[in-house]
C-alpha cells in the first residue's frame, strides 16, 4: 500500500461543510481583543449554556460535561451526591486498582497531585467538591470533524483545550481547569497490514485508533502472528503521549523505540487542517510528532506502526538479597559496569530493581533466543556474586512467543496487574559512558544507596541499546525528534515511591515529593548528565526541562509548534513553548 497524501474522509468532509459554516479557525490572539488569558467556569466570557449546546449538536451530541467521579463522597458543592456506601467502594476502587478505574472515565485526573482534593474519596463529606484541574467538558471524538468543531469552538471562544486519552501522564498534560477536552480513548479501530508498502519500508503494519490501549493491541496482533512495540502497562494507551514522547517497552533493544516505528500519523494540526504526516509528507510534523511530546502539535486520530514476525524469547528471573549493603551495592555496580556488554550487537532486554537489600531482575527478555544465552549472559556476573559470599535465585523459561513471555511478567491481558498506581516518581537516562568509567559508576551507584536507604524509594531500571547509528543491530528508521540522549544509553532509571499512594496523608506526600525536588533530582542529575524519560517524571520536577526532555533538538521543535500553531491552542507542562505561558492566580493559563 502507498500511503495516500490527501485522505478521502478529508475531501469528503470539505465538501460535506462546504456550504455550511468552515472548518477554519480564527487566527486570533489568545483572548481575542487584549485578554492574556484563557476564560475559565465564572468568568464574564465563558461560553453561554447556549453556545455549548450548540457545540452539542455540532458534534452529535457526544459532549460530556464533567461530573467528577467522587462527586458521592460530597455533600457540598455543585456536584454533591453524598452516598457512603458508593463513597467507600469508589475509595477501594482508587487504591486498589487505580488507573483502571480511573482511565474510561470522561474528564477525571488520575494524578492525586493534579486532583489536589478538590474531590476525592479520602477527604471529609463536608469538603466542597470541585471540578479543579478537571477539564469542564469533554467532546466523545469519533472522527476528524470533531476534533475540529471542537478546535474551533475553543479558539473562538478563548478557552483552554486538551486532548486526553487515557489521562494517565503524571505531568498532567491531559487535563487543564476549565479546559474543553477531546477525548481520543474510544477510537479504537485496529487494522494490521501485512504487505504495507513505501519507499522506506515494506512489510507488516498496524494501524491503531488513538484510543487503543496496549492490552488491546497486544491481543489483537496476537492472533496474526505478529510482535509490536507498545508499553509494559495494558492500561496506558500507544498512540497519544506513549509513541509521541519516546516509548519504551521489552522489545525496545531489538527494533528501537516506540516512536521510531510509525510510519504514518493522521492528525489534524492545531489549526484544523486533517492530514497524514510521513517521511515524505508534512515531514517536520512527522519528525516533531515522533518524540516531541503528546499534546503539541496536533490531535492525532491514528498511526500505523512496524510489526515484526513473532517468535520465540528466553526469559527469566534473578533475585540478590542480601543485609550486607557493602556487598550488595558492589554487585550492584559489577552489574552496571558489565550492563552495555549485555545489550551490545542484541536484541536483549533486562528490567530490574535495587532497594536497600536487593538486586532484583524481574525479567531477561531475549528475543529469538533460548534459556542458553541468559547462561552465557550472566557468566561474568555469577562468580562475581560468588566472590562477594552474595546468595542468589535464578531462574529460566523458554516462552514460545513474546506474547507468553509479556503475559508472564505484566498479564494477564488487557490490563495487567503491574501498572504502577501514582508512585512518586523521578527518571535518568544513564549513559554507556556513565557506567563504564569507574569513578562515574561509583557514584552513580553511592547514590541508589542512597536513595534507598531507609526502604521509602526503590530504583527501576530497563537494559537497552537503541543505537541507530549505521550498522546497528536495530532496523533503519525515519529521522525523528528521539532525544538524542537515548541513542547513547545503556539504561533507563526510575527512583520512585512504593506503592500505594498517601490518599488519606497529603502533608507526608508533601515531604516525600520535597525530597524529590531538593535532594534526588539535583543528585541524579548531577551523577548522570544528559536527560529523563519525559513520560515518567513528577510534575514537581524543576530542572532545565528543555535540555532534559528534548536536548538538541528544542528549538527545531519549537520552530515547527509556532508553525503549526500559531494562536496555540496546545499547552502542556514541560510542553515544547510551554514557558511563553503561565497560570494566574485563579489558575487561568495565560500568555507569560
Ligand atoms: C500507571 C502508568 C503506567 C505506565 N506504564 C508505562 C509503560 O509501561 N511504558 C511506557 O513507556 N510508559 C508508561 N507510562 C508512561 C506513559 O507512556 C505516559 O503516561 C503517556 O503520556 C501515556 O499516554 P496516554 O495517551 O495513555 O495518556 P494521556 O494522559 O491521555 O495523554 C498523555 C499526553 O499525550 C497527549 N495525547 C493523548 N492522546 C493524544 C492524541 N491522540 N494526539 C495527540 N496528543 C495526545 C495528551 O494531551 C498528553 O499530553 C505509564 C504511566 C502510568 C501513569
Ligand atoms: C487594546 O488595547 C489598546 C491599547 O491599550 C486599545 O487601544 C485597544 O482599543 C484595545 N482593543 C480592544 C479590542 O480592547
Ligand atoms: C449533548 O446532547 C446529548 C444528546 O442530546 C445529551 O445526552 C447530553 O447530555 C448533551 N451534553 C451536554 C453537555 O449537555
Ligand atoms: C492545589 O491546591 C492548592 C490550594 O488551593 C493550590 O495552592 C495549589 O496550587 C494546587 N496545586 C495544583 C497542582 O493544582
Ligand atoms: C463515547 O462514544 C462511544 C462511541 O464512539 C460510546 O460507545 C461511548 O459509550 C461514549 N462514552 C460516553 C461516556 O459517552
Ligand atoms: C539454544 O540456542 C543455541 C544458539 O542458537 C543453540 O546452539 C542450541 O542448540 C539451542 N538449544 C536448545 C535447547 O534449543
Ligand atoms: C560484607 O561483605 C564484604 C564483601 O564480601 C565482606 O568483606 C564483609 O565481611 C561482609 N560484612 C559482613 C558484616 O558480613
Ligand atoms: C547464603 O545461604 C546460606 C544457605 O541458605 C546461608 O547459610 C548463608 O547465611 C547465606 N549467606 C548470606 C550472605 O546471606
Ligand atoms: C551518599 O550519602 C553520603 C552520606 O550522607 C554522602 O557522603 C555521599 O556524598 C552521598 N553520595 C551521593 C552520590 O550522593
Ligand atoms: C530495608 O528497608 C526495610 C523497610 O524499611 C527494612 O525493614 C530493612 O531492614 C532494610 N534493610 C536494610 C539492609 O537496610
Redesign the pocket.
Given at each position: 500500500m502507498v500511503a495516500p497524501f490527501l485522505l478521502p474522509a478529508l475531501l469528503a468532509f470539505f465538501a460535506a461543510t462546504a456550504s455550511t459554516s468552515t472548518p477554519t479557525i480564527h487566527k486570533v490572539p489568545i483572548g481575542g481583543g487584549n485578554q492574556t488569558c484563557r476564560y475559565i467556569p465564572g468568568d464574564a466570557g465563558w461560553p453561554s449554556q447556549r453556545q455549548w449546546a450548540r457545540l452539542n449538536s455540532t458534534v452529535g451530541g457526544r459532549l460530556i460535561a464533567t461530573v467528577p467521579v467522587a462527586h458521592v463522597c460530597h455533600l457540598q458543592g455543585q456536584f454533591a451526591a453524598y452516598d457512603q456506601e458508593s463513597c467507600s467502594t469508589l475509595g477501594t476502587a482508587f487504591q486498589d486498582s487505580g488507573p483502571a478505574t480511573l482511565c474510561p472515565i470522561p474528564g477525571e485526573v488520575l494524578n492525586p497531585y493534579w486532583q489536589n482534593e478538590t474531590c476525592s474519596p479520602f477527604t471529609a463529606p463536608g469538603v466542597s467538591c470541585e471540578l479543579g484541574n478537571r477539564a469542564a467538558y469533554s467532546i466523545n471524538v469519533t472522527g476528524p470533524a470533531d476534533v475540529q468543531a471542537g478546535l474551533a469552538f475553543a479558539t473562538a471562544n478563548n478557552i483552554r483545550l486538551v486532548i486526553r486519552n487515557t489521562g494517565i501522564d503524571y505531568l498532567g498534560k491531559s487535563t487543564g481547569q476549565g479546559a474543553l477536552a477531546l477525548w481520543t480513548y474510544n477510537l479504537k479501530a485496529i487494522e494490521i497490514i501485512p504487505g504495507y508498502e513505501t519507499p522506506l519500508y515494506t512489510g507488516p503494519t498496524v494501524k491503531l485508533g488513538a484510543g487503543v490501549t496496549a492490552g488491546e493491541a497486544y491481543e489483537a496482533v496476537q492472533g496474526s502472528g505478529y510482535r509490536i512495540i507498545a508499553p509494559e502497562c495494558g492500561l496506558t494507551g500507544v498512540v497519544g503521549g506513549y509513541a509521541q514522547g519516546g516509548g519504551q517497552s521489552q522489545l525496545i533493544t531489538a527494533y528501537g523505540m516506540a516512536a521510531d516505528q510509525v510510519l504514518e500519523w493522521e492528525l489534524v494540526t492545531p489549526r484544523g487542517e486533517y492530514l497524514l504526516a510521513t517521511p515524505e509528507h508534512n515531514s517536520d510534523l512527522y519528525w516533531a510528532l515522533a518524540g516531541g511530546g503528546g499534546g503539541t502539535n496536533g490531535v492525532v486520530l491514528g498511526a500505523t506502526f512496524k510489526a515484526y514476525p513473532e517468535g520465540p524469547v528466553a526469559g527469566g528471573e534473578m533475585v540478590v538479597q542480601s543485609a550486607?549493603t557493602?556487598?550488595l551495592f558492589?554487585a550492584i555496580g559489577i552489574w552496571f559496569h558489565q550492563g552495555p556488554s549485555y545489550v551490545e550487537s542484541s536484541r536483549n532486554n533486562i528490567q530490574f530493581f535495587v532497594t536497600n537489600d536487593t538486586l532484583t531482575v524481574l525479567n531477561f527478555v531475549m528475543p529469538d533466543q533460548n534459556a542458553s544465552s541468559i547462561d552465557e549472559l550472566l557468566g561474568p556476573f555469577l562468580p562475581e556474586l560468588g566472590r562477594?559470599?552474595l546468595n542468589y535465585t535464578f531462574t529460566t523459561t523458554d516462552y514460545p512467543t513474546y506474547l507468553d513471555s509479556f503475559i508472564a511478567s505484566y498479564g494477564p491481558l488487557p490490563y495487567g496487574d503491574l501498572c504502577p498506581s501514582f508512585p512518586i516518581i523521578s527518571s535518568r537516562v544513564i549513559p554507556r559512558a556513565t557506567v563504564l568509567d569507574p569513578a562515574a559508576n561509583r557514584r552513580l551507584v553511592d547514590l541508589y544507596r542512597n536513595i534507598t536507604d531507609g526502604g521509602t524509594w526503590w530504583v527501576g531500571c530497563s537494559f537497552l541499546n537503541v543505537d541507530d547509528s549505521p550498522g546497528s543491530a536495530r532496523p533503519p528508521h525515519p529521522p525523528n525528534s528521539v532525544h538524542p540522549v537515548w541513542r547513547s544509553a545503556v539504561a533507563y532509571c526510575n527512583p520512585q515511591t512504593h506503592g500505594p499512594y498517601g490518599w488519606k496523608e497529603p502533608a507526608a506526600v508533601t515531604a516525600l515529593r520535597r525530597t524529590l525536588v531538593d535532594d534526588i533530582f539535583p543528585a541524579l542529575e548531577a551523577a548522570t548528565p544528559g536527560g529523563a524519560v519525559q513520560n515518567e517524571i513528577d510534575p514537581t520536577y524543576r530542572g532545565d526541562w528543555k535540555e532534559t526532555f528534548y536536548g538538541a533538538n528544542y528549538d527545531r521543535l519549537l520552530s515547527i509548534k509556532h508553525a503549526y500553531d500559531p494562536s496555540f491552542n496546545m499547552y502542556g507542562l514541560f510542553a515544547v513553548g510551554s514557558d511563553e505561558f503561565r497560570m494566574d492566580k485563579a489558575g487561568r493559563l495565560c500568555r507569560a
Open positions: 550486607n557493602t556487598a558492589e562477594l559470599g
